[in-house]
């Protein structure tokens, strides 16, 4: 309850300095070194997870999390859709750092470090699993394990996959069509290291005062337009983001600069992610703001930007905006499930087997924001599916946390907080596009579950 309490109290400082902002997008855990997957009209953002308790004064990160979006600005929550559980021969209970999935042929492949552990990969016939091992082992075998860290995957337009990793070098091995299993011809068996030149990778001075290559970690590898990219944290520690470009998947590689400088409210690392999505282009990278400053508890953030005519990537600022447009309204009138969101407040969620994730941790004057919500030509009914042992309300608000009143939903006790019931209430009548808040009224903590809602 001390973390809820602060991460609240943060997140409240920060809404009165700087008005309501839309980063970082998750805000009921901390996630970091984003990894977005755009699949079906929809961009799955996979996450490596800071646990709320940081342990040792180092990373404590035990499982990996989605959450997908068809809008840009309201995030569903999937809950951990692996954790180093999956593993069943590995007895490491911390050291889940930054994963990527990727899709061929309908399956999806979450590639994982464990650090120290190197990499491995689960696969799912879901985006959102469940990922199960089909290796049983580690995927990449070296003798530089502690440094096999941060994979990224590329599948060309010609079939063959790369897989890139690597702090404080680059390597590479070409994926076989199974997506677990590498080409043993190239390398060192099947590992390749990319040259870490000054042309390649810039150059910065090292904590030992030499000069160096400033490529550091968290590769994010893609095509686009014919040109291949590496985003890369850089110049660590502190980091900023630089990449380099090349004309082949496997380089020789150009350094081409920043493309986030470093900014007093990121962290001490950052990581970063960019997709094309219906007709924009965005840049996911962490930030320590939602901790107030703590580089063990990071949360995703996410810019929209436009490459330059030639192809370069323009310097990015962090901000506290994010994405101002939504690419498409909600549709209030199917089921929304309730840990959809574009901002929280207080709020944790959960998972279980009869309704899987739902928004849990409730008290007073918690609230959900749900962006560019399409009222159309009318809404008179507002329906939950909530459980509850307690009673409480869902205020029902349009534009500002405290804008117009269009309803009040009374949860009184449903018998449990696993007795989920359906829960309705007439409405004032609400049109057109607004952004809904749902904001929880009630005297006692943890008021009542809250899995979907819907209008009528
Ligand atoms: O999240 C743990 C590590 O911190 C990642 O693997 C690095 O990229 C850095 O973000």
Known sequence: MKTKFSLVLFIGMFLATMGYAQNPIIQT???????????DGTVYLYTSHDEDSTVNNFFTMYDWRCYSSTDMVNWTDHGAVASLKSFAWLDKTNGAWAPQCIERNGKFYLYVPIHGEGISVLVADSPTG??????????????????DIDPTVYVDDDGQSYLYWGNPKLWYVKL???????DQSIGQNGVVSTEMTTEAFGSHKGRDGKPGPSYTEGPWFYKRNNLYYMVYAAAGIPEYIAYSTSTSPEGPWTYKGFVMERAPHLAFTNHSGI????????FFYHSQELSGGE???????????????DGTIPVIEPTKEGVTTSVENLNPFKRVEAETIAWSEGLKTK?????GVYVSSIDNNDFIKIRSVDFGKG????????????????EIRIDEKDGELLGVLSVTGTGGEQNWKTLSTKMKEAKGV????LVFKGEDKDLFNFDWWQFK
């Open 29 to 39: 855990y901390y996630t970091a070194d984003p990894a977005p997957m755009v699949y």
């Open 130 to 147: 469940p990922f199960t091992d089909p290796l049983g082992k580690r995927l990449i075998e070296t003798d530089h394990i502690w440094q």
């Open 176 to 182: 076989n069509e199974d997506m677990i299993s590498y």
């Open 275 to 282: 997709i094309d999505f219906k007709g924009n282009s965005y």
């Open 295 to 309: 580089g063990f508890k990071r949360s995703t953030s996410v810019e929209q930007f436009e490459y330059n005519p």
């Open 351 to 355: 998972s279980d087997e009869t309704v």
């Open 379 to 394: 809404a008179k009914k507002f329906e939950a599916g909530v459980a509850s042992a307690q009673s409480g309300s869902i």
């Open 434 to 437: 607004h952004d809904v808040y």
